[in-house]
Structure formats: structure tokens, C-alpha cells
């Protein structure tokens, strides 16, 4: 292998090097380090997230999930073979009163879905909650 082209480049280098004028950083060079550093910190700060829902409007919508749920459990006739006619909702429910009917029925279906929902979405909320907390 020949070393000849290596020693030309190698020493092409070092003159190329010797003729770049030496650089001295300014007076305030640490300042504007430190400038720097303090803009990316603010900019961070501008970028913290926050919730999408608040808090009051998590709670609104909780409150109608629940308010639906006793209403539905209150007002419709449970037939005898289902679920839930095993249990007594109005140990649950003779606190509260609803002397008013929409005029409407529904189904054993349709609250076992409120059920479900309610169970579901704070579940869903509570796991939420934690993963974006951790990351």
C-alpha cells in the first residue's frame, strides 16, 4: 500500500488547519449561552399540556351518566326472570324521589347498557388518568 497519498493529504491537512485564523469567543459569549438555555426552559414551560376536558365538564358529564342510570333503575319495571330484578334498587334509591314520568318505557336492554357505561367509562377514565400521568 503506498503512504504517499495518505502523508500529501496528511500534511495538506495540517497546513490548511495552521492558516485558519484562531476564533475567540465574544465578551458576553457565556450570556448568551445561558440566553439560549433560558428560551428553550420558557418555551417548554409554554408547551405544558393541558386537558383537553376540564375538570368541571368531566364532572357534569359523570353526574348525567349518573343521574340517567338511578333514573332509568327507578322508573322501569324490571321483569321478574332478569339480572337485575335479584336486586332491590330501592334500598339504593328511596333517598331519591322522582314524582315525574317522561311517559316512556324502556328497555331491560337499554339499561343494562347505561350500566355498562358507567361502569366502562370509569374505567376507562382512571386508566387514562394514570398512563398520561406516568409519561
Known amino acids: 500500500m503506498n503512504k504517499e497519498p495518505k502523508d500529501n493529504l496528511d500534511l ?3 497546513k490548511m488547519v495552521n ?7 465574544s465578551l458576553d459569549f457565556s450570556k448568551n449561552v445561558m440566553d439560549a438555555i433560558y428560551a428553550v426552559e420558557q418555551a417548554k414551560e409554554l408547551k ?3 386537558p383537553l ?6 364532572l ?3 353526574g348525567v351518566i349518573i343521574a340517567a342510570t338511578v333514573y332509568l333503575l327507578k322508573n322501569t319495571t324490571i321483569a321478574e326472570n332478569s339480572l337485575l330484578s335479584k336486586i332491590d334498587f330501592g ?14 318505557t324502556t328497555s331491560n336492554v337499554t339499561i343494562y347498557a347505561f ?6 367509562i370509569s374505567v376507562q377514565i382512571g386508566y387514562i388518568k394514570n398512563y398520561y400521568s406516568k409519561g
Open 12 to 14: 495538506f491537512t495540517k
Open 19 to 25: 492558516d485558519l485564523p484562531e476564533e475567540k469567543p
Open 48 to 50: 405544558r399540556s393541558q
Open 53 to 58: 376536558i376540564s375538570k368541571r365538564t368531566w
Open 60 to 62: 357534569l358529564f359523570v
Open 91 to 104: 334500598t339504593y334509591t328511596n333517598g331519591l324521589s322522582f314524582e315525574y314520568s317522561l311517559g316512556f
Open 115 to 120: 350500566v355498562f357505561l358507567a361502569i366502562m
